[in-house]
């Protein structure tokens, strides 16, 4: 079992709509989440964290946390064709700064 | 600039080469992390840096990966005798703190492809 698991998609969503992207990590003592999107060739840039259970909502972003399910998932409202890139769930574990990654989740907005 | 520069941003090297990846973080942060991401993958951890010292080096594949930060500053990532299963992007990120899990940035990374 991996560590940080996504469902590699592609996930396809309609310009406007709501996308919903997935994780789920196995180390229960984990404290911090990260949502990371990385266009093409491009590095990793940061979108969201939250550290606690529920949500967190940043413009057009939010991120939910279920630490008794393992689970970290985060909303994209009125999704643009610019939002089409592979999103990153990253988590870190009950012992030291390392991020753990998954393998990220394709999202591509259709205009 | 401000953010966290890497170079060079491409590297070919020939198998059994040696090759040095180089990385200067925000300037002030004090945590740099170095990151390998295959393609198609998310970004593999490496190692760790807290000012100088290499707090964790749990993630370098073999002793052929070596990585320095004398100053507390600029990072250097050393690669010995090449193979081509080395052939990925070299990330680098800095955070500003330690504690519990800071953001980290992400440099444009080292593309590396050995032949």
């Known amino acids: 079992q991996k560590e940080v698991e996504q469902n590699s998609g592609p996930l396809s969503v309609p310009e406007g709509a709501i996308a919903s992207l997935n994780c789920t990590y196995s180390?229960?003592?984990?404290?911090?989440f990260f949502w990371y999107r990385q266009y093409s060739g491009k590095s990793p840039e940061l979108i969201m964290f939250?550290?606690?259970?529920g949500d967190k909502e940043d413009g057009r972003f939010t991120a939910q946390l279920n630490k008794a399910s393992q689970y970290v998932s985060l909303l994209i409202r009125d999704s643009q064709p610019s939002d089409s890139a592979t999103y990153l769930c990253?988590?870190?574990?009950?012992?030291?700064?390392?991020?753990?990654f998954g393998a990220g989740t394709i999202l591509r907005v259709k205009s | 600039g401000a953010g966290v520069s890497q170079s060079p941003r491409y590297k070919v090297a020939k198998r059994g080469q040696d090759v040095a990846l180089r990385c200067d973080p925000i300037?002030?942060?004090?945590?740099l992390f170095w990151y390998q991401q295959a393609l198609g993958q998310g970004p593999e951890f490496l190692t760790y840096?807290?000012?100088?010292?290499?707090?964790?080096k749990s993630g370098l594949p073999s002793d052929r990966f070596f990585a320095e930060r004398p100053e507390g500053s600029v990072s250097t990532l050393k690669i010995q005798r090449t193979q081509q299963e080395d052939s990925a992007v070299y990330l680098c990120?800095?955070?500003?703190?330690?504690?519990?899990?800071?953001?980290?940035?992400f440099g444009d990374g080292t593309r590396l492809s050995i032949l």
């Open positions: 939250i550290y606690s259970n």
């Open positions: 990253a988590v870190s574990p009950l012992l030291g700064n390392k991020l753990v």
């Open positions: 180390d229960r003592g984990s404290q911090s």
């Open positions: 990120a800095s955070s500003p703190r330690t504690g519990l899990a800071q953001p980290q940035h």
């Open positions: 840096f807290q000012n100088e010292a290499q707090l964790d």
């Open positions: 300037s002030g942060h004090v945590s």
